[in-house]
C-alpha cells in the first residue's frame, strides 16, 4: 500500500512539473531552457507566449521597464496577461475607429451644412507664365450664399480632380469679402478670381494648371462659415 501510495504521488509530481504553464519565466532564456515541455502547448498558447516575450524584451529594451515587471511569472501567467493585452488593444482601436466615425458623421453633417449656406462653383482656370519663368494658375470661382444670414467670411479647401477621378492639386480659399464691404447679403453671387503657384517639378500640379477646365472635377471642403450676427458653422 505504501509503495502504491508513494507510486501515486511521483505520478502527480512528475504531471506537474510537466504542465507548460506551470514553468517560471524568469529571463528570455528560460524559453530555450524548458523548450522540451514548452513544446507541448497549443498552437495558440505558442504564440501567444512569443508574442509577449517580445513585448517584454521591447519594454526592457525601449521603455527601461525593469524585468522584474515582466518576468518571474509563470508560462500561464504569460500567456493570460497576453491575452489582456490583445483584450486591450482591440478595445483601444475599436473605441479609436468609432471616435473616427463619430467626428466624421459629424464633419460631413456639418458639410452639407456649410455647402447649403455658401455654395462654391469653380468656373475656370488659365496657366500663366511670368517673365521669371514662374507659373501660376488663374482660377475663378463663384460662392452665392443661400443661407437665411448675411455672410462675412468663408474657409476651405479647393481640391480639383482629372477625369479619372484622382486627385491632381488642392488650395486653401479664405474669403472676407473686403471688396464688397466685408459682407455677402442672402441670396446674392460673389465671383473671385485668384492666383496659385504651380511647382514645374510636380507632375500633378503642372497636370492641373495644363488641363482644359472642362476636364477637371471640383470639390470644395469647407471649414467654417462666419454670419453677420455672429454666429458660425464650423467643421471642429
Known sequence: MKKLILTCF???????????????LNNKEDIELHSNELKT???????????YIIRAEMAGVIAGIPTSDTYGITVGEAIERQ?????EQEKSESERKAA??????????????????APFVFVSHEKKVDEYESITAEVVFTVTNKSDRDIIGTKGVAIFYDKFGDELYRT????????????????????????????????NAM??????????????????????????IRAN
Not at 491575452?83 to 483584450?87: M, S, T
Open 207 to 232: 497636370k492641373f494648371a495644363d488641363t482644359p477646365t472642362s476636364e477637371l472635377t471640383f470639390k470644395y471642403q469647407p471649414e467654417v462659415v462666419l454670419f453677420k450676427d455672429g454666429t458660425s
Open 172 to 203: 486653401n480659399l479664405k474669403l472676407d469679402f473686403a471688396d464688397i464691404g466685408g459682407v455677402l447679403p442672402v441670396g446674392k453671387d460673389y465671383t473671385f478670381d485668384g492666383s496659385t503657384p504651380i511647382n514645374r517639378f510636380m507632375d
Open 10 to 24: 511521483v505520478a502527480l509530481f512528475l504531471a506537474a512539473c510537466s504542465d507548460p504553464k506551470s514553468v517560471v
Open 41 to 51: 502547448l497549443s498552437d495558440e498558447d505558442k504564440q501567444l507566449l512569443a508574442a
Open 100 to 117: 473616427e466615425e463619430k467626428a466624421q458623421q459629424e464633419y460631413t453633417q456639418k458639410e452639407a451644412l456649410m455647402n447649403a449656406a
Open 83 to 87: 491575452k489582456r493585452f490583445i483584450a
